[in-house]
């Protein structure tokens, strides 16, 4: 079945350790985002990708660091969690000429 | 670059009644405004969305409303249900793909 998957599902890391947020899709689509979402619900876009080789920062500046080497995989980094970066991350796709976003179900992450 | 304003943050209605989630938007290159819900520990799903040359577009207990000229959009939900119980966002784009969205609603429809 054409979803987008993330894992882990839920993370709980001390600080300074290096994590990678898993993310992939089987919808064929081109463009892939991350979000953060605060406790207070609010979407805040961190990266986004157009294609293979194609990535950007978003709106709120993030120590996050992406890649996009294939169009099904969207992975997202942190060099060395610290306890500011405890938030969900949501990954996302959209078809080329449209808007429309599917969302991944999310990860969790806590950082101690 | 795009601001997005919603209105309220926290909406209680009984069921049966209607809601109203108001949104303003500030980049007048917006084009496309969706609205998602999210329900508790789930993901976003669209459910509704409008683009820049339509006025007002329904789909059975949902409508969305759109002023161009004062840059704001409604989301109407009729004869809510206790599953309508949800956060909702509204959101606002451009050509470039990239989707600003409100801080959202948290609507509980009271039995």
């Known amino acids: 079945e054409a979803d987008i998957y993330q894992t882990p599902r839920y993370l709980v890391i001390g600080t300074g350790k290096k994590i990678t947020l898993e993310c992939s899709q089987t919808m064929g689509h081109d463009k892939m985002y991350w979000y953060q979402q605060d406790p207070g619900m609010e979407l805040h876009l961190i990266h986004y990708s157009y294609g293979v080789n194609s990535t950007e920062k978003g709106d709120l500046s993030s120590e996050s660091t992406v890649s996009r080497i294939r169009t099904e995989h969207f992975p997202l980094t942190l060099e060395s969690a610290r306890p500011s970066h405890t938030s969900q991350y949501l990954c996302?796709?959209?078809?080329?000429?449209?808007?429309?976003?599917?969302f991944g179900s999310g990860t969790q992450l806590s950082v101690l | 670059g795009e601001n997005v304003e919603q209105h309220p943050s926290t909406l209680s209605v009984q069921e049966g009644d209607s809601a109203v989630i108001k949104c303003t938007y500030s980049d007048s290159a917006s084009n496309y405004f969706p609205w998602y819900k999210q329900e508790l520990g789930k993901r976003p799903q669209l459910i509704i969305d409008i683009r820049s040359n339509v006025g007002e577009k329904k789909d059975q207990r949902i409508a969305v409303t759109l002023n161009k000229t004062a840059k704001h959009f409604s989301l109407h939900i009729t004869e809510t249900q206790p599953e309508d119980s949800a956060v909702y966002f509204c959101a606002a784009g451009g050509s470039n793909y990239k989707l600003t969205f409100g801080k959202g609603t948290l609507l509980t429809v009271n039995p």
């Open positions: 996302a796709s959209s078809a080329t000429s449209a808007e429309k976003l599917f």
